[in-house]
């Protein structure tokens, strides 16, 4: 926790919001986006979807294979308290719903579907869109998946499976995800595999949304890692996330913003 608070005091002190940015395609992002504050219809949904959850007092026995729960001793967890502590807040999850309509990707991935609070913004963020959403704990996915049926998110496939096996065993080279976000292992070495797993599906319009880059020292070290990489162009740390664009006309250069 001393690190998190260390790195966003970081963060607050190098970061910006519209006024410092100069490339036209990261303000008309944060601008049109980012500080869209008109109230959106399915922000109800993404609403009530959180509600239902949080009425859930039912238990699971949950598998983590990510780097662990900093709140949950026990893989024994109600419904409920995952929906409280371990899910996308509402803020985020209307951030997340904003960057889905206004890029209009039409094949998504989700790395980490836990119980579908994020992939329920992503589902209406474009309605038309693909999405596959990967989950590594049965009983996690499951619970999702009710959720996605009682609230007819029909555009959602959900595969339960161990992430870097998933990847592995399928010809990535002739996929086009349009829209990644990795909320699947908080950990150094699986956010690193997985960024190079899953370089030969990107587009120039590819946007890649990493979860927690600032959540531990490994994340930080991992995030730095990628913003250097050489097929990265413009990168973009909101604290809790890190927006990846392999825009070939674009400059390499990288954006601290305040959301």
Not at 1 to 21: C, D, E, P, R, T
């Amino acid at each position: 926790m001393l690190f998190q608070i260390k790195a966003y005091f970081n963060f607050l002190w190098n970061s910006k919001n519209q006024h410092g940015v100069h490339s036209p395609f990261v303000f008309s992002l944060v601008t049109k986006c980012f500080y869209d504050t008109k109230t959106k219809p399915d922000y109800k949904i993404l609403k009530a979807y959180r509600n239902d959850l949080l009425s859930n007092k039912n238990t699971i026995e949950v598998t983590d294979f990510g780097a662990g729960s900093r709140v949950f001793k026990s893989n024994t967890r109600q419904i409920s308290k995952i929906a409280q502590t371990a899910g996308i807040t509402p803020k985020r999850a209307e951030l997340l719903y904003r960057i889905v309509r206004y890029f209009q990707p039409e094949t998504i991935l989700e790395i980490g579907t836990s119980l579908g609070l994020a992939t329920s913004a992503l589902a209406l963020g474009n309605p038309k869109a693909k999405i596959t959403t990967l989950e590594g704990c049965q009983e996690t996915s499951g619970v999702a998946q009710k959720q996605f049926a009682k609230f007819k998110l029909n555009n959602i496939e959900t595969v339960v499976t161990e992430f870097t096996t998933h990847f592995e065993n399928y010809q990535l080279s002739t996929v086009n995800y349009q829209l990644i976000y990795f909320d699947g292992n908080h950990s150094k070495q699986a956010t690193l595999d997985y960024f190079e797993l899953l370089l030969p599906t990107i587009t120039n319009e590819t946007v890649w949304i990493f979860d927690d880059i600032h959540w531990s020292e490994g994340m930080e070290e991992a995030w730095e890692i990628i913003k250097n990489h050489p097929k990265v162009t413009v990168t973009i740390d909101t604290f809790q996330w890190g927006l990846v664009f392999f825009r070939y006309e674009q400059e390499k250069e990288h954006f601290s913003i305040r959301t």
